[in-house]
């Protein structure tokens, strides 16, 4: 054959072809497409894919597959340009020349997911289950999210369908495996959850022909009839329901749902049943207005066709688990065979449909245990579902939009923008905050990854820690072998860190390393007062103990960060000695005397402890008394007397012996005591700042602040230094009146 000849007839071919996918194209799309051909035909000559298909042929049938999905002229010519990355390293620059930025966007997005995929299997074999469940479930999103243009998620799907329509039948046995396991993990449930049924199915039956051909085959010839023949017996109920529903007076819509043969491999293995056991290989679905009309469908049903015993469930009277809704029914149908019916609203179709993930769970199979900042199922129908949601509608599309541009626009998507997916060198999804940085990356993977992180790679090239990560990065860590977190890294002017979880992380280490520094001082506090005493051969511990402490360095800490005065621990060293006569209003909270007047004691003190006469006392930390609260005394080994509230829970669990009676001085008024308070509102950016300024105006010291967000709710709390109780009511009452705030209360 000459080669003339030979040019003739790939011309021919060519202008078929695009008279077959172009008809319902513009002129000058369908000019477009043709450039397109014939750009693939230069560069990829005799070219092959990586499973040994021709190149060209590859690219054709999976620009059909889109076409036959409607999607316009760009993204058909990507498809037909996707192998360009392969054969030419300039292929960017040429794209963009002779077609624009919007082509070369949807092929470099395509070749990006097309990494992603091959960095994913570096080691997987040796993850546990459960983690490579739930690192697949991560990498569904990622797919998504690394795109801008949700179209590259539609040419990697119909890509991988035209490579298993090639290897179905032929072609390695690892390459058929290779194909099946990606189709099963990733591209069949990306399939789902966009709702492009056409090629859901499609790339399950192939997968599974790829990965157990003998199993297909059996399936195949069990069901006796080939697709179509279902499908017109799908067409036959269909019409003859709408004529009964017509005549019932019901307005009801009519779909078939026959089943594809992986649907059935699937139930025959989950319910260890015969392919003459299953009653829903062929079925139809009944959409109505409102739930009698459901029942009266029901019926309708139950005296058109002869009901199975046993196959009636009501998911309207008793939802699954994922609020799943509907009526399922099994009737001997037309030439006697059986035939399921499901029958549910419109609103429990666009539920089931669009609203829930754990529907789209339901479909593609277990869910992942443990967490994953995945699908959140925990959120119901978050935003995330929610853009999902609207992706699966865009496909009904249609006729709607004329100009590719409109269409264009129509299609991109702020996919996941919460979220944010980077790898580690061995090819792990890592889950993150918009907005992450290197910090983050490195605590989110191990809390001493985090705390010796000095540095980080980024795509091979070295970054400063407070670089922002974006979708689809290699992150790696540099780290020292000892140290620790930078305090610069709570500074959030800086940027260093975004999650809450890698700040809290720092926090600890910073507390534990306050905690080492607390105990050396305190040591040292401890050390002097004996030298001074002239008892330098008491054991440290034998004074904790006398002091109450079980362990010596919880004495050493409280008396390094001055919770415990010199003066206590003296009083300790003295027990069993009266020590020298306290001067008048030496204590901080007043020493008291039972052997004066009750009247000249409440004039000199905070508080009277009757029947104990010059003790130190101190207020408890755990319920933090304060006028008028009733109170009461516990007599401390070494410590003075402490002064609980009444209802302190901590109460009932002190020596009972040791409790004494308690109140207030008249004085007391006078001195400032901490409280702690709780207010509970809205996650505003501003409502800390304001509830501050509350407590500024009204001249109350703010002695800690701490704040916790859930989603869109916040609770904070606060140790304030008031006169008493009556300030506290007068604060939480202006607070309570603030709009963002929903309570605020005294702990």
Not at 199 to 212: G, I, N, T
Not at 665 to 682: K, L, T
Not at 683 to 692: A, K, N, Q, V
Request: net charge neutral; with cysteine; aromatic share 6%.
């Amino acid at each position: 054959m000459t080669i003339q000849v030979r040019e003739a007839i790939a011309q021919a071919d060519a202008t078929e072809w695009l008279s077959t996918i172009g008809q319902r194209l513009g002129a000058s799309d369908q000019a477009m497409l043709a450039r397109a051909l014939a750009f693939a035909v230069e560069h990829y000559d005799a070219r092959s894919s990586a499973f040994g298909e021709p190149l060209l042929s590859h690219c054709r049938e999976a620009a059909g597959i889109l076409a036959m999905l409607r999607l316009d002229a760009d993204t058909l010519a990507a498809a037909l340009l996707s192998g360009l990355p392969l054969v030419d390293a300039g292929w960017q620059q040429r794209i963009e020349a002779a077609f624009g930025k919007g082509v070369v966007a949807l092929v470099d997005g395509f070749d990006r997911m097309g990494q992603i995929q091959a960095l994913r299997r570096l080691g997987q074999e040796s993850r546990k289950s459960a983690d490579r469940n739930a690192q697949l479930e991560v990498l569904r999103k990622m797919l998504l999210a690394m795109v801008q243009d949700v179209r590259v998620v539609l040419l990697k799907l119909a890509d991988q369908t035209q490579t298993l329509r090639y290897l179905a039948g032929r072609g390695d046995a690892a390459a058929r495996q290779a194909a099946a396991r990606d189709t099963f993990e990733l591209f069949a449930p990306l399939a789902n959850r966009l709702g492009i049924w056409q090629l859901k199915w499609e790339l399950e039956d192939l997968a599974l022909r790829c990965s157990d051909a003998d199993t297909y085959k059996r399936i195949a010839r069990e069901l006796d009839e080939k697709r179509g023949a279902r499908e017109a017996f799908i067409a036959q109920v269909i019409e003859l329901l709408r004529g009964e529903l017509a005549k019932a007076g019901i307005q009801g819509e009519v779909t078939g749902r026959p089943k594809h043969i992986y649907s059935i491999y699937r139930k025959l293995a989950r319910k260890d049943r015969t392919l003459n056991e299953l009653f829903d290989i062929r079925g139809v679905r009944v959409l109505v207005n409102d739930v009698k009309d459901c029942y009266a469908v029901l019926g309708l049903v139950h005296h058109l066709w002869t009901p199975l015993p046993r196959e009636l469930d009501d998911y309207i009277a008793k939802p699954k688990p994922n609020n799943y809704q509907s009526l399922h029914t099994a009737v001997v149908g037309p030439d006697q065979k059986v035939l399921e019916v499901q029958i549910r609203t419109h609103e429990m179709h666009q539920h089931s449909e669009y609203g829930v993930a754990a529907h789209w769970r339901y479909k593609e199979g277990a869910q992942p245990k443990g967490r994953t900042r995945s699908l959140r199922p925990d959120e119901g129908v978050s935003a995330a579902h929610d853009r999902i949601s609207w992706l699966r509608q865009i496909l009904d599309w249609k006729e709607g939009l004329s100009d590719v541009a409109d269409l264009a626009e129509y299609f991109r998507t702020g996919l996941f923008e919460e979220s944010v997916y980077v790898l580690t060198p061995q090819g792990r999804v890592i889950d993150l905050l918009k907005g992450a940085t290197p910090v983050d990356f490195a605590y989110h993977v191990h809390t001493d990854l985090g705390h010796r992180c000095r540095g980080a790679r980024v795509d091979g090239e070295m970054v400063p820690l407070n670089t922002v990560l974006a979708n689809g990065q290699t992150v790696e860590i540099t780290v020292a072998k000892t140290g620790g977190p930078s305090r610069d890294w709570l500074n959030p002017e800086l940027g260093f860190i975004q999650s809450q979880r890698a700040r809290t992380k720092v926090r600890q280490w910073l507390n534990n390393q306050n905690h080492e520094i607390a105990i050396a001082q305190g040591r040292q506090v401890v050390e002097k007062v004996l030298q001074r005493a002239g008892m330098t051969a008491l054991s440290l511990e034998s004074l904790a103990a006398r002091m109450g402490f079980d362990k010596l360095d919880e004495l050493l800490m409280l008396v390094g960060r001055g919770e415990v005065t010199r003066r206590q621990v003296q009083g300790a060293l003295l027990e069993g000695n009266p020590p020298p006569a306290a001067s008048e209003g030496s204590s901080v909270q007043g020493a008291v005397s039972a052997e004066r007047p009750a009247e000249e004691l409440r004039r000199r003190g905070d508080v009277l402890v009757v029947g104990v006469d010059k003790l130190l006392t101190v207020l408890a930390k755990c319920c933090k008394p304060a006028p008028p609260d009733p109170i009461i005394g516990f007599v401390t080994r070494g410590r003075g007397v402490t002064i609980h509230r009444q209802r302190c829970p901590n109460v009932a669990r002190l020596y009972q012996e040791r409790l004494i009676t308690a109140e207030w001085g008249s004085d007391a008024a006078q001195g400032r005591f901490p409280v702690d308070v709780e207010v509970d509102g809205s996650s505003h950016p501003s409502l800390m700042r304001d509830i501050l300024d509350v407590f500024s105006r009204e001249k109350v010291r703010v002695a800690a602040a701490t704040s916790q967000a859930r989603d869109l709710d916040a609770r904070m709390f606060f140790t304030l230094e008031v006169n008493g109780l009556e300030q506290v009511r007068r604060l939480l009452g202006l607070i309570s009146e603030m709009p963002a705030v929903s309570s605020a209360r005294r702990l």
